[in-house]
C-alpha cells in the first residue's frame, strides 16, 4: 500500500512538474535556447508558407522581431499548424507561441491567451467576379466553403439563423483547400476573414477573376496567441509589441505587408489600417472581440 502510494505521489509529481515547465515558457527557452513558433501555411498576409520550409508574414515577422529581441540567443524552430491542432499544441508545449491568424475570442481565452491585438480584420466572401454573385442575399443562395475549426463556421450558423434559411456549406481543411474549391467551381463562395481571401486572391493564378463581397460576418480581432497562465512570458511580448506601437515600427511592418509587394508573386493586398486598429496602437489591448470597441 505504502509502495502504491509513493507511485501515485510521485505520478503527480512528475505531471505537475512538467505542467509547471510547459506553463513558463520564459524558464523554458531561457533553459534549452530554443523556441518553437507555430506558423500557418496560407494565411497570408500574416502566416504563411514561401516553398516547403520558409514562412513569411505580418505575424511572423513581428514575432521573429519580438523573440529575438527578448531572447537573442535562442534558436527559433518553425512548426506548421492548422484550426484544429494550434490549441491542443500550444497547451501541451509543442510549440511555445502561435504566430498565425488566430482571432482572440473569450471561449479561446478560456484555454489560451493572447497578446495585445495587432490586426483587426472583418470575415467576408470570397468569389469569381463572373459569377454574378454581389451582396450577402446573392451568397446564401449558392454553395459556401469555410475552413474547419474557425470563428466564421458559427458565423455562418448565426447567419443561417437571422436570415431563416438553410445554407449550404462545406468544410475545407484549410484556407489553401477552400479557396481551391472557389477556383475549381465546386464552391461559389469562401467564407473567411478579408487578409486571408485576399492574401489567397493575391497568390491565385489570376487575382483578377476574383472580388470580396457582402456585409461583414464579423469583426474580430487578431492576436499573437500564447499559453494561459504564463504570466512572464505574455507581459515580455506585450511588452515588446507595445514598444513597436509605440515606436511606429510596427505600422511600417504593417505597410510592408499589406500595402506592398510581398512574396511569392510580389502582389499587393491592399488594405489600409482601419480605425480601429490606429486606435489599439495608441490604446493597445488583448480584450477578445466581444468585449473590444470596434469602430
Avoid at 498565425?100 to 475570442?105: A, E, M, Q
Amino acid at each position: 500500500m505504502k509502495k502504491l502510494a509513493s507511485l501515485v505521489f510521485l505520478s503527480a509529481f512528475i505531471s505537475m512538474t512538467a505542467y509547471a515547465q510547459v506553463s513558463n515558457t520564459d524558464a523554458k527557452v531561457k533553459s534549452s535556447n530554443s523556441i518553437t513558433v507555430g506558423v500557418r501555411e496560407s494565411s497570408a498576409p500574416l502566416s504563411y508558407a514561401i516553398g516547403s520550409s520558409e514562412y513569411a508574414g505580418y505575424h511572423v515577422e513581428l514575432c521573429a522581431k519580438v523573440l529575438k529581441r527578448l531572447y537573442p540567443n535562442a534558436k527559433l524552430t518553425y512548426m506548421t499548424v492548422t484550426p484544429q491542432n494550434r490549441i491542443p499544441l500550444l497547451q501541451n508545449g509543442t510549440i511555445d507561441i502561435e504566430c498565425g491568424s488566430t482571432s482572440n475570442t473569450a471561449s479561446r481565452k478560456e484555454q489560451v491567451d493572447f497578446a495585445v491585438t495587432t490586426y483587426v480584420t472583418e470575415a467576408r466572401y470570397a468569389v469569381k467576379k463572373s459569377s454574378g454573385i454581389n451582396t450577402t442575399d446573392d451568397v446564401i443562395k449558392k454553395k459556401i466553403v469555410t475552413t474547419v475549426g474557425t470563428t466564421p463556421v458559427q458565423h455562418l450558423r448565426r447567419l443561417e439563423q437571422a436570415k431563416g434559411v438553410k445554407l449550404d456549406v462545406i468544410y475545407a481543411k484549410d484556407h489553401s483547400e477552400a479557396f481551391l474549391l472557389v477556383e475549381s467551381d465546386r464552391a461559389d463562395a469562401f467564407a473567411m476573414d478579408d487578409n486571408i481571401l485576399a492574401g489567397n486572391i493575391a497568390a491565385s493564378k489570376n487575382p483578377g477573376a476574383y472580388k470580396i463581397v457582402g456585409d461583414p460576418l464579423s469583426v474580430e480581432a487578431i492576436g499573437i496567441m500564447v499559453r494561459k497562465d504564463d504570466p512572464i512570458f505574455k507581459a515580455g511580448v506585450d511588452s515588446q509589441v507595445k514598444s513597436m506601437m509605440k515606436s511606429g515600427e510596427l505600422k511600417t511592418l504593417y505597410e510592408k505587408w499589406f500595402l506592398s509587394p510581398i512574396p511569392p508573386k510580389n502582389s499587393v493586398i491592399g488594405i489600409p489600417m482601419g480605425a480601429t486598429l490606429v486606435e489599439l496602437f495608441k490604446n493597445p489591448s488583448d480584450a477578445p472581440a466581444e468585449v473590444l470597441v470596434i469602430k
